[in-house]
C-alpha cells in the first residue's frame, strides 16, 4: 500500500486531519488500532471552542454541530455557597462557545469519511512506524481479524506520517529520547465523571464549583442528556461510587439553589480520569509530524483538550497543502514552533484554571486563603474576568504572532 500523507490514530485530530488533506487533494490513510464502535464509546471532550467549530464547516462536517449544538455565552463559578456568572459574550466582544460532544464531533467525521470511501485501517494490531527520520516513511500492523490478510504484517509506504495516536500512542514512542524534551505536571486528584439521560441544570452555562469537598462541574451533551464530574482521591474506584453517593456529593459542592434543581437519573457511563499536564517539544521528527494528544496533554478543567487538537490539524493541515500545492516546506519546517506557541499558553490556562478550583491536599491555611481571595478578585474585576474570558472561548490562532 501507499499514500502521501499516514495518519495514526482514528480519533478528532487524526480524522480532522483526514477531511481536511483529502479536499486539498492529498491522498491519506489512517491507521487505526480500535473498532470504530470503541472510539465513538469513550466519553470525553464537550465544549467547542469557534476555531474548531470553524474548521469543521470548513472540513464540511459542521451542518449538525450549528443545528443540535448549544451556544453557551456564559460560564459560572460557584465557591463559598454563592454563584457568580461571567459573562464571556461581554467580556470578548460577542465570542461564544458550544456544547457539543467529543463523541459526536468524531462520528460526523466517520460518516463523512465512510461518505467519501476514503480508507480508514480499523483494528490494526501492533502499529509501528519507522524511516521517518529518513525519506521512506512507512507505517506496518498485524490484521488478525481479516482472513485474507492473515497474520502476516501489512506496510504502508508514505511520504509523511501524522502521528494522530493520542497520550498512549506509537508515534511519539518512537522517537528516540534524546531528540524529544517531555515536560510533565501530574494532579493528586482525578475527576469522577458520569453521563445521565437527565435535563442539564443549567442548559446555557457550564457551572464550575470549588466546596469544601472539592471541585464540580455540571455540563451538558444535549438538553436531554447531562454531563457532571466531582473531583475524587486518585485511589477511588468507580466501583466505590453508587449513583446516589455522587449525586449526594454533587449537591454538597453547590449551591443550594442550584442543588435544589438537579435532576437526577441512572448514569449511562461512569468513569475516574487521571488529571495531567504534558507537552512534547518539539511536534516533528524529520517526516513524523504529532498533532493532538499525542504531544500534549491538558487538565480537562479549561476545556481545552479537543479544541488544541483542532488547532495542531490547523496549522498541520495547511503545512501539508503549502509543500504539495505550493512546493514550499515553509509550513513543515514551522510547524512546531507555530503550535507549540498556542499549546503552552492552553496549558498555562489550563493549568491555572485547575489550581484555582479544586482542594490540592496539601494546601491548606495560607494556600487556602489565597486560593479564596483569587476567586473573590476575579469575579468582581473585570480584567481578571475578561483574562478568563477570552482564554475560556480560545485565543485567536494568530495571537502574538
Ligand atoms: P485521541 O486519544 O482522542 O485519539 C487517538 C486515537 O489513536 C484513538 O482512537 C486511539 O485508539 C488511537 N491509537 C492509540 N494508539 C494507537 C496505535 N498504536 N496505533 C493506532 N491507533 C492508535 N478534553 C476536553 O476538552 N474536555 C474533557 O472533558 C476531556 N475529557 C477527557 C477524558 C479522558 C479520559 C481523556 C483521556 C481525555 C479527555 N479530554 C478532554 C481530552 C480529549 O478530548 C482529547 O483532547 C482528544 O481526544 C484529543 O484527540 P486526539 O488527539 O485525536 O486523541
Ligand atoms: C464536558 O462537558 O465534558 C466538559 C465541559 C467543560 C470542561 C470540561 C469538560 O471544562
Not at 466546596?211 to 451533551?221: A, K, N, P, T, Y
Not at 488529571?275 to 516533528?284: D, N, Q, T
Not at 507549540?340 to 484555582?356: D, N
Request: proline share 5%.
Amino acid at each position: 500500500m501507499k499514500t502521501q500523507v499516514a495518519i495514526v490514530g482514528a480519533g478528532p485530530a487524526g480524522l480532522l486531519l483526514g477531511q481536511l488533506l483529502h479536499q486539498a487533494g492529498i491522498d491519506n490513510i489512517i491507521i487505526e488500532r480500535q473498532s470504530p464502535d470503541y472510539v465513538l464509546g469513550r466519553i470525553r471532550a464537550g465544549i467547542l471552542e469557534q476555531v474548531t467549530l470553524d474548521l469543521l464547516a470548513e472540513a464540511g462536517v459542521g451542518e449538525r454541530v450549528a443545528r443540535e449544538g448549544q451556544v453557551h455565552h456564559s460560564i459560572e463559578l460557584v465557591f463559598g455557597g454563592q454563584r457568580h456568572a461571567i459573562d464571556v459574550h461581554g467580556l470578548t466582544g460577542g465570542k461564544t462557545v458550544m456544547a457539543y460532544g467529543q463523541t459526536e464531533v468524531t462520528r460526523d467525521l466517520m460518516t463523512a469519511r465512510n461518505a467519501l470511501g476514503l480508507t480508514t485501517v480499523y483494528e490494526a494490531q501492533d502499529v509501528q512506524i519507522s524511516g521517518f527520520e529518513g525519506t521512506s516513511p512507512c507505517v506496518s500492523w498485524t490484521q488478525p481479524n481479516v482472513a485474507s490478510a492473515g497474520s502476516q504484517r501489512q506496510e504502508l509506504q508514505c511520504e509523511f506520517i501524522a502521528g494522530c495516536d493520542g497520550f498512549h500512542g506509537v508515534c511519539r514512542a518512537s522517537v528516540p529520547e534524546s531528540a524529544i524534551s517531555n515536560f510533565e505536571k501530574v494532579y493528586p486528584f482525578g475527576w469522577l465523571g458520569i453521563l445521565a439521560d437527565v435535563p442539564p441544570v443549567s442548559p446555557h452555562a457550564i457551572v464550575y464549583g470549588n466546596s469544601e469537598q472539592g471541585f464540580s462541574l455540571c455540563s451538558m451533551r444535549s438538553l436531554t442528556r447531562s454531563r457532571y464530574y466531582v473531583q475524587c482521591p486518585l485511589t477511588d474506584t468507580v466501583d466505590q461510587w453508587s449513583d446516589t453517593r455522587f449525586w449526594d456529593e454533587l449537591r454538597r459542592r453547590l449551591d443550594p439553589e442550584l442543588a435544589e434543581r438537579i435532576v437526577t437519573g441512572p448514569s449511562i457511563e461512569k468513569s475516574i480520569a487521571p488529571l495531567r499536564s504534558f507537552v512534547a517539544e518539539p511536534m516533528r521528527f524529520g517526516r513524523l509530524f504529532l498533532a493532538g494528544d499525542a504531544a500534549h496533554i491538558v487538565p480537562p478543567t479549561g476545556a481545552k483538550g479537543l479544541n488544541l487538537a483542532a488547532s495542531d490539524v490547523k496549522f498541520l493541515s495547511d503545512a501539508f497543502k503549502e509543500h504539495y500545492l505550493e512546493r514550499s516546506c515553509a509550513g513543515l519546517d514551522h510547524y512546531s514552533q507555530r503550535a507549540l506557541r498556542r499549546v503552552w499558553k492552553a496549558e498555562r490556562f489550563s493549568w491555572w484554571l485547575t489550581s484555582l478550583l479544586h482542594r490540592f491536599p496539601d494546601t491548606a491555611g495560607f494556600g487556602q486563603r489565597v486560593q479564596e481571595a483569587e476567586l473573590d478578585y476575579l469575579v468582581h474585576s473585570p480584567a481578571m474576568s475578561t483574562s478568563l474570558a477570552e482564554n475560556y472561548v480560545g485565543l485567536p490562532l494568530d495571537f502574538g504572532v
